[in-house]
């Protein structure tokens, strides 16, 4: 994963992480075509306790589909 501290907003060090789901039951599906047949693509999300600058990191599993995704153009 990419380093994280300090926070690019405001470069505090009092930052927090959460692992969340990108595709939802009701939701939209955050990550297309990097999930699995029985799983979901995940983001690893860190949160700026000073500020509230939150930032969203895809899993490396779901990475590495990217280039071979259709989904998903290279910019």
Do not use: H
Not at 36 to 42: I, P
Not at 61 to 71: C, F, G, Q, V
Request: aromatic residues 10%.
């Amino acid at each position: 994963m990419n380093c994280v501290k300090p926070c690019p907003e405001c470069g505090q060090n009092n930052l927090y992480s959460a692992i969340a789901i990108a595709r939802g039951g009701y939701g939209p599906d955050l990550l297309p075509g990097l999930s699995g047949f029985f799983t979901s693509a995940n983001f690893q999300v860190v949160a700026c306790a000073d500020c509230g600058l939150t930032r969203f990191f895809a899993a490396e599993d779901a990475i590495k589909k990217l280039p071979t995704a259709n989904s998903w153009r290279r910019l």
